[in-house]
């Protein structure tokens, strides 16, 4: 058996930092730099200090229903189904440094793909230059923001747990009067709470967070969106020192309207409710532990928002040595990489 501060492999990585645009419809053009169900099972564990490097492969597929409109790329469209294949790469440095006895750490989240956007109706598009009423429809290979993460974690026996915040920082990548766009164009801050109670005797695993999000406003739309919470919560079983499976329930909640010149709809708070599961296997290539799991959701209960179904794919694994962690905890039927 592996224990939790070794075998693990601990890319505390993506944390909700996760730029995944259209992943919520609440703000400007339905992106959220929460993604509902990032913070899993082991949530709360920071591994011990070392490199790691974890890749999350992110796919969305939802529609809006056709009686409801939105507002994407400054046009106001009804009839909108959203579909992105996103890559995210995050490279994750546990530092020595202690900080009140708990290990602090960074992580860098790169994002990288296609997302999709079709409307069966234009309603509205000062910014655009198209015809009203006519089906659109956009597509792109685009970068977008960088996300920075910072985070503490501490360990007591079988309860681990974190603070930390994440930032995205507008990389200039943002294409203005397009439907499809992978940056937010937007200061975004993120604060959470992360915690697990993890029981090496039975295999059982406890994770859950809640955050809160704090919006800017793009300049160039002219559009503040608003301020949200949100929360997580994973229930895990390893019935082998390798594999796992889970349930998971995710929560997204506006609290405070968009607003600003750009904000054609008004305030347009959003909210989404997602039910799924996960599963995880562990295995070692050339002596270094390999992590990768499989998480699906399905959003049951949305406001202002397409309703649709999340899939994440991630492979985490450590680079280089990874510093033994003091004290060990006894022995865990698994691992599982630290979100955030």
């Known amino acids: 058996m592996r224990r939790v501060g070794t075998a693990v492999v601990g890319a505390v ?29 082991g949530a709360g564990i920071v591994p011990p200090p070392g490199f790691y490097f974890e890749n999350d492969i992110y796919s969305y597929s ?20 959203v579909e992105a294949r996103v890559d995210f790469a995050t490279p994750t440095w546990v530092t020595p440094i202690e900080i009140f006895g708990g290990n602090l750490g960074f992580a860098l989240t790169l994002p990288f793909g296609q997302p999709r956007v079709s409307a069966g ?18 597509s792109d290979f685009l ?3 960088p996300i920075l993460t910072s985070f503490v974690g501490w360990h007591a026996g079988n309860f681990h747990w974190q603070v930390g915040g994440a930032v995205n920082i507008p990389s200039g990548t943002y294409q203005d009067g397009s439907l499809s766009n992978l940056s937010f164009n937007r ?19 406890i994770s859950g967070s809640v955050g809160f999000e704090i ?84 959003e049951v209960s949305v406001d202002n928002r397409p309703q649709g179904t999340i899939a994440l794919f991630g492979v985490a694994f450590p680079l280089g040595v990874v510093a033994q962690a003091a004290p060990p905890p006894e022995p865990v039927p698994g691992a599982r990489v630290v979100k955030r």
């Open 13 to 41: 990585a993506l944390a909700a930092a996760c730029a995944i645009p259209y992943a919520a419809l609440a703000t400007e053009s339905g992106a959220s730099l929460y993604v509902p169900g990032i913070r899993g099972p």
């Open 62 to 81: 939802g529609r809006l229903s056709a009686s409801r409109q939105t507002q994407i790329g400054g046009a106001v469209l009804a009839n909108v189904k």
């Open 121 to 138: 109706a234009l309603i509205a598009a000062p910014r655009l230059g198209r015809a009203i009423g006519g089906t659109l429809r956009d």
């Open 143 to 145: 970068f977008g923001d």
């Open 187 to 205: 200061w975004i801050g993120d604060v959470y709470l992360a915690a697990t109670w993890l029981d090496p005797k039975i295999g059982l695993d």
């Open 215 to 298: 919006n800017g406003k793009n300049d160039d739309t002219d559009y503040k969106s608003g301020n949200a919470v949100h929360a997580d919560v994973a229930i895990s079983q390893y019935f082998s020192k390798e594999f796992s499976v889970g349930a998971l329930f995710a929560h997204y909640q506006q609290l405070t309207g968009d607003s600003g010149a750009g904000a054609s709809l008004g305030p347009y708070k959003g909210r989404t409710t997602a039910v799924g599961g996960t599963v995880a296997y562990t295995f070692a290539v050339a002596g270094t532990p390999v992590t990768a799991r499989l998480k699906v959701l399905r």
